[in-house]
């Protein structure tokens, strides 16, 4: 009889704290939220990060904070986040720039760990300025055949320069990358002469565009581009077909939490994301500046990040830009 009065209260005892966790669960979110955005105040990734808090805090009823840290080139939010508890309460606002960190000893995992949020991301555009000789992007290609052609784009490793190294894989043509530390210097290096065109996105060059400094040739992406103020931008798949049969690469502007967040808490983050990603104010965020949204989540965002981090991780490692091979991390190469 003892023994039954005591299976009794272990089963009374269980069930107790079974409800209680299950109120827990269900009870998230109970406090503020922070997203560590790894980009500085400004920029595509932070206003991305604060545009998609405004509108999703509405949903979880709770202020969804952006702070800002870009110690170590943005691994310092990365590790950060991965400290902390697992729980839903700490986001990562990143970019592509999370890709090369395994490889280079700044964070310790790949990709496969986050539960990624991707919103989209800016179309890539090769421009020249106004005077420039090069009339079309095929009189750069034929010209890059016999001389050296000086590409301005900003730090190794980063979109802009990935993609002109695929360009350079894709065609094998004499494209010297010439670095700058961000977009915004590589455009004006463009404008003064320094360089022979640049690459840079639509969002960052709309303005030098619109008043006539730069003429885009060709964007770097798989489909033409149509824009207001702007007019057509043919795709370089026009003048490098291959490009049509290869993965592409793509800008992506966003947020992750850690894949062993609880299921609940990720479904309930997952339900602002999509109510977010139907308001106006997202979708005047993505028209003012120029960003294609994708709307990535759950095992299509997984696909898209792994593709993009097994692109930028061979090419990389091929240029001598990282520390460890991308066999070590088990990421495959891609078939260029």
């Known amino acids: 009889m003892l023994k039954v009065y005591r299976v009794f209260l272990i089963s009374l005892l269980l069930l107790g704290l079974l409800t209680l966790s299950t109120n827990i669960a269900g009870a998230w979110p109970e406090r503020p939220i922070t997203i560590a955005c790894f980009a500085a105040a400004g920029g595509g990734t932070d206003l991305t990060n604060r545009t998609l808090a405004g509108v999703m805090q509405r949903y979880l009823k709770v202020p969804i904070n952006v702070a800002n840290m870009t110690g170590a080139q943005g691994a310092e939010a990365v590790n950060y986040v991965w400290q902390q508890k697992h729980d839903g309460y700490t986001w990562l606002g990143h970019s592509e720039g999370i890709l090369l960190m395994p490889l280079n000893g700044a964070f310790q995992y790949t990709t496969k760990v986050w539960e990624s949020f991707i919103l989209g991301g800016s179309p890539e555009l090769f421009s020249v300025r106004s005077d420039s000789p090069y009339k079309s992007m095929a009189e750069v290609l034929e010209a890059a055949k ?23 894989k894709v065609t094998g043509l004499k494209l010297k990358y010439i670095p700058y530390p961000g977009s915004y210097p590589s455009n004006v290096a463009c404008l003064s002469g320094e360089v022979d065109a640049v690459m840079t996105s639509l969002q960052e060059q709309s303005e030098f565009l619109k008043a006539g400094k730069l003429r885009a040739l060709a964007a770097i992406e798989k489909t033409a581009l149509d824009v207001p103020g702007i007019g057509k931008i043919p795709s370089i798949v026009e003048f490098v077909p291959q490009f049509k049969k290869i993965p592409e690469i793509k800008q992506m502007l966003g947020f992750s939490v850690p894949y062993d967040v609880p299921a609940d808490v990720i479904t309930k983050i997952r339900s602002a994301f999509i109510y977010a990603l139907r308001s106006e104010e997202v979708k005047n965020f993505a028209e003012k ?14 696909s898209f990040i792994q593709t993009l981090e097994s692109i930028f991780a061979w090419l990389a490692w091929d240029a001598g830009l990282v520390k460890e091979s991308p066999e070590k991390f088990d990421i495959p190469k891609p078939a260029f």
């Open 289 to 302: 500046n120029y960003i294609t949204v994708y709307g990535l989540y759950g095992t299509r965002a997984k």
């Open 146 to 168: 016999t001389k050296e052609i000086k590409i301005g784009a900003s730090i190794p490793g980063a979109i802009h320069h990935m993609k002109l190294m695929y360009l350079v």
